[in-house]
């Protein structure tokens, strides 16, 4: 490719496909939103709290999506490191060019290719690959988290569980083993990954890709362990965060309950296939199911969910397109 051809690709995308891209996303962002039908009742429990009440309980939540997110960016910079060293200030733009991208996708798995973006041109592909291993990290610490939670709540959610399921005994313990022995497995797969890149990079089928794999192969089992911590300190701001917005928002439900089933809640959006755009209504049902049983306060329990959603979602993703404005072919301009 040609110099000038090169600047030509850069001029178009810079000033054409990037603006295209944002207002696309912006205006998902924006109709998603409005087609929500607990958005009326969110707004109404939200005027329903006390200014100065509101605002200190959101100045923390606020502070703790920032520690949330910046987790996730030091641990990106971890990985990425012997790929392509990057600074904080590059990894968390990253991150959150991964949430605007990950709108369109299943389970955000778009967010890799989002935060791949910001890597050179050689190192993009590479980059997926190993976004998708702290994916795993996180994935891994969310259903050991979901399995103790589902082993504590047993006894007292079982028989609330039971009389609107209407499930038997062995359903539950299929469940839960179903559940054991997923967590089992991805803890060991997890920490294998090294070495079933290396048994892969030998096929012959794989030979044309093997250059994606000599990232993965080269993570020592520190990073592996160290990427397992980061992802379990951001899983502690997550519930965090849960227990300081239900406490805003009126939910009487005592704080043990309240980890407990955000960590059953987390469990089940991780294994329910959802597009990120229509969170809010399955992460709205599913909060209704689990903390309903403990409380009628139908209004908080929607508020609750829904300014999680907002704030550790739609305001990253918007931020994150902000950042794809400044791509030039997609390199990294902050």
């Known amino acids: 490719m040609t110099l000038v051809l090169q600047k ?23 109709h998603q939103i409005n087609a929500q039908e607990q958005l009326p009742s969110f707004i109404a429990s939200l005027q329903q709290i006390p200014f100065v009440s509101a605002f200190s309980y959101l100045i923390v939540i606020i502070f703790l999506t920032a520690c949330n997110w910046g987790l996730e960016a030091y641990k990106w910079k ?155 300190a951001r899983y502690l701001v997550f519930l965090l965060q849960y227990l300081l917005i239900f406490t805003l928002c009126s939910v009487d439900i005592s704080a043990s309950h309240i980890l407990s089933l955000t960590a059953l809640l987390f469990l089940i959006l991780a294994i329910i296939p959802t597009l990120t755009l229509a969170e809010l209504g399955i992460r709205g049902k599913v909060s209704l199911f689990l903390f309903g049983i403990y409380s009628t306060n139908t209004i908080g329990i929607l508020a609750a969910a829904g300014g999680i959603w907002l704030l550790n979602l739609i305001i990253p993703a918007c931020l994150g397109g902000l950042i794809l404005l400044r791509l030039q072919y997609f390199r990294k301009q902050v």
């Open 8 to 30: 030509k690709i850069n001029i178009v995308v810079q000033y054409l496909v990037a603006p295209i891209l944002f207002v696309w996303l912006c205006y998902s962002i924006y």
């Open 78 to 232: 971890a990985l990425t490191y012997h790929l392509e060293p990057l600074s904080f200030k590059a990894a968390f733009a990253a991150i959150l060019t991964g949430q605007a991208v990950s709108f369109s996708s299943i389970n955000r798995v778009g967010e890799s290719i989002g935060k791949s973006m910001l890597l050179s041109d050689g190192n993009r592909l590479k980059g997926v690959v190993l976004s998708f291993v702290a994916s795993a990290s996180q994935l891994l610490i969310t259903l050991l988290a979901g399995l103790i939670a589902f082993v504590c709540m047993y006894p007292t959610l079982y028989p609330k569980l039971q009389a609107q399921l209407h499930l038997s005994d062995t359903a539950f313990y299929v469940l839960g083993s179903a559940l054991l022995l997923m967590v089992f497995l991805l803890m060991i797969i997890y920490f294998a990954i090294p070495f079933f890149a290396n048994k892969l990079s030998k096929a012959s089928f794989f030979s044309r890709y093997i250059f994606l794999l000599t990232s993965v192969q080269a993570i020592p089992k520190r990073l592996l362990v160290k990427l397992i911590l980061i992802s379990g």
